[in-house]
């Protein structure tokens, strides 16, 4: 399903490899938020439409998700009620100060969509895939599959999740109290499942000023990574990570010092690990964006939040500190993809 391209607009990707900036001409972008990617498809979303889409960054390709009105919260959609457009399902005894029963398309286009992750590339022949979403402000889960006209719930519990990835044919998420979660893919109906076995980790930090971060290896167990931040005066700063193990088939997170000789990239997109070579670094380090880019000004460069922690010394390096994000910036393969005005 390829749609005609609109005026198009320089989308620059910084290699982490060489020290240059290779640059890909995209349809317009200024009224968008890029809430995911895998492969070199980016998920779109539309901040005045409220619509939802995935855009190949190299072919063009674009193939169309349900909108924002779709979701498993939203009760009702009426362009037409100017400033209070959505009405929203009553969250009960969670105290929302920002988000009532009814909001304009301005505040919820902007803020009901955290992230968004699929499964496998589709292509022009075969849209056998799945999409996935944090959404909403209990941060609760729902998924797509072609052909769908909505998104359809997929949490047992409405508890606020901080990740959710794909891993050995399974969905796996985790709860800001690093509780894990574990649906089955493999169904007729959607995924199945719920609460995972294994306890949240036991030294895993709660609060405010942490995010968790789930990432698949290849010998097949599951890391969680814990980030942790300060945030003073409206801005982030990211300090230290902990690292825990699930293996395959155990019940139990354990403690990890050092990631050896990967690298792993957290974000948005699906957090991957990798060998170093790939991107001709050092291995036992994380490089991370920032995912309160969206609380702040989008030409705040002094306080962007990204860069690169060093496990062996506990360092933290910022990285792309000229550069303004007009959106938090995702990982596209080993490279570094945001919209911005560089090249305009």
Not at 5 to 16: C, K, N, R, T
Not at 50 to 57: F, K, Q, T, V
Not at 244 to 258: F, G, T
Not at 269 to 297: H, R
């Amino acid at each position: 399903m390829q749609l005609p391209i609109a005026d198009e607009v320089p989308l620059d990707i910084q290699s982490l490899d060489e020290d240059k900036i290779h640059y890909l001409k995209l349809p317009e972008m200024q009224t968008k938020l890029i809430r995911g990617s895998f492969g070199g498809w980016l998920i779109v979303l539309d901040i005045y439409q409220g619509s939802m889409y995935m855009l190949n960054a190299f072919t063009k390709v674009l193939l169309d998700l349900p909108p924002i009105s779709t979701f498993p919260d939203i009760i009702d959609y009426n362009p037409n009620n100017r400033g209070f457009e959505y009405t929203i399902r009553d969250f009960g005894d969670v105290h929302m100060d920002d988000y009532g029963p009814q909001e304009s398309s301005g505040f919820v286009n902007c803020s009901h969509v955290w992230k968004v992750i699929i499964n496998s590339c589709p292509s022009n022949d075969n849209e056998d895939f799945m999409a996935v979403a944090i959404y909403g402000p209990r941060l609760t889960l729902a998924f797509y599959k072609p052909n769908d006209k909505r998104w359809l719930d997929l949490s047992t519990r409405k508890q606020a999740f901080d990740d959710v990835i794909f891993f050995g044919e399974k969905i796996y998420a985790v709860e800001g109290c690093g509780q894990l979660y574990e649906f089955d893919i493999n169904t007729k109906s959607g995924p199945v499942g719920g609460i995972h076995e294994a306890k949240p980790p036991s030294g895993a930090a709660v609060g405010p000023y942490q995010l968790k971060y789930l990432v698949g290896r290849a010998n097949g167990s599951l890391l969680m990574l814990v980030r942790h931040f300060t945030y003073r005066r409206g801005f982030s700063r990211t300090y230290k990570f902990d690292i825990y193990e699930l293996k395959k088939n155990a019940k139990e997170w354990c403690r990890l010092r050092s990631l050896e000789n990967y690298v792993v990239m957290i974000g948005f997109n699906s957090s991957v690990q990798m060998l170093p070579a790939s991107i001709q670094t050092k291995g036992n380090q994380i490089y991370f964006t920032d995912n309160l880019q969206d609380c702040k000004e989008w030409d705040d460069v002094e306080h962007q939040d990204i860069g690169i922690f060093d496990l062996d010394d506990g360092s933290c390096q910022r990285l792309l500190s000229d550069v303004k994000f007009m959106c938090p910036p995702v990982w596209c393969h080993s490279k570094f993809v945001s919209t911005t005005q560089l090249a305009l």
